[in-house]
């Protein structure tokens, strides 16, 4: 059955970029679904970043859009987030999920801090 | 932006008692609503999907229900390990998430 797993850096610095990859296995990133990446602050909620297809489409939170690049890279199977001018505030635990429509497959979750 | 608003924000009940989670949408999405359970450490998981279709391997205590705008979860007789925060979610117009329900124990 379809894995996922997240890596990347844990630590990133304030007005930097954070950079995520999640790896698909059991399966192939092309198939008919989206990938969607999601976060989660300390103690608060789930918050949806955006999602990209193996097509290379993409959607992202509108709330989120300006700062955040999906992408895809099917010879390696894996699907990537990058989030720029990054603040307190982004930090989070970052899953990776499967998306029909629900997301039905999670990644285990990485936690990415914001400091100097 | 659709906005899922849900309810109680936090529900005490017993072992064994009924839980009834509300999910109430600012504009109708249709079926398109699931449900997560997440506990401490974990990764959400799916539960509900298409409003009332329950997930592989989640059990029959496990029901949704609605369509539009209104939603219910409903564990038919909680267990202890249904002690968890649960999440709404829809698809109608990306993806958006409910802020949680935080079901304690009573």
């Known amino acids: 059955q379809v894995q996922l797993q997240e890596s990347g850096p844990g630590l990133v610095k304030p007005s930097g970029t954070l950079s995520l990859t999640c790896a698909v296995s059991g399966g192939s990133i092309s198939s008919s679904n989206w990938w969607s990446w999601v976060r989660q602050p300390p103690g608060k909620g789930l918050e949806w970043i955006g999602e990209i297809y193996h097509s290379g489409s993409t959607n992202y939170n509108p709330s989120l859009k300006s700062r955040v690049t999906i992408s895809v890279d099917k010879s390696k199977n894996q699907f990537s987030l990058k989030l720029s001018s990054v603040t307190a505030a982004d930090t989070a635990v970052y899953y990776c999920?499967?998306?029909?429509?629900?997301?039905?497959?999670w990644g285990k979750g990485t936690t990415v801090t914001v400091s100097s | 932006e659709i906005v899922l608003t849900q309810s109680p924000a936090t529900l005490s009940l017993s072992p064994g008692e009924r839980a009834t989670l509300s999910c109430r949408a600012s504009?109708?999405?249709?079926?398109?609503l699931a449900w997560y359970q997440q506990k401490p450490g974990q990764a959400p998981r799916l539960l509900i999907y298409d409003a009332s279709n329950r997930a592989t391997g989640i059990p029959a205590r496990f029901s949704g229900s609605g369509s539009g705008t209104d939603f219910t979860l409903t564990i038919s007789s909680l267990e202890p390990e249904d002690f968890a925060v649960y999440y709404c979610?829809?698809?109608?117009?990306?993806?958006?998430f409910g802020q949680g329900t935080k079901l304690e124990i009573k």
């Open positions: 504009q109708s999405v249709s079926s398109y």
């Open positions: 979610q829809q698809r109608s117009n990306l993806d958006t």
């Open positions: 999920a499967r998306d029909l429509y629900y997301m039905d497959v």
